[in-house]
Nanobody
Framework: QVQLVEFGGRLVQAGGSLRLSCAVSGFTMDKYRMAWFRQAPGREREFVAGINWSGSLTYYRTSVKGRFTISRDDAKNLVYLQMNSLKPADTAVYYC?????????????????WGLGTQVTVSS
């Protein structure tokens, strides 16, 4: 059974840091590109960060470049999102996702598997 379980979300003050983790089971992670998406209340889900199979390539939305870092540990079946210099605009539910495809990594429709999300709230 495929499972992606996110954890690490919580309330944090602006300027603070958080590390989200995604525990993967039920499939061979090294055959999948991984990503983090987020969805704020009243807004569409959006791409945040992605990483290729080997971890050699990473992708970020413009608003988080230089502040967020995605990484993966296939031996532990974990994906991470290190978030620094957090802003109230980063408040959202953060989702982990996996795609076996080769298309545009920022395209939400390309993803096979999704977690249920973890809430990140940044107070001003």
């Amino acid at each position: 059974q495929v499972q992606l379980v996110e954890f690490g979300g919580r309330l944090v003050q602006a300027g603070g840091s958080l590390r989200l983790s995604c525990a993967v089971s039920g499939f061979t992670m090294d055959k999948y590109r991984m990503a983090w998406f987020r969805q704020a209340p009243g807004r569409e889900r959006e791409f945040v960060a992605g990483i290729n199979w080997s971890g050699s390539l990473t992708y970020y939305r413009t608003s988080v470049k230089g502040r967020f870092t995605i990484s993966r540990d296939d031996a532990k079946n974990l994906v991470y999102l290190q978030m620094n210099s957090l802003k109230p605009a980063d408040t959202a539910v953060y989702y982990c996702a996996a795609t076996s495809g080769f298309a545009y990594i920022k395209n939400m429709g390309e993803y096979n598997f999704w977690g249920l999300g973890t809430q990140v709230t940044v107070s001003s």
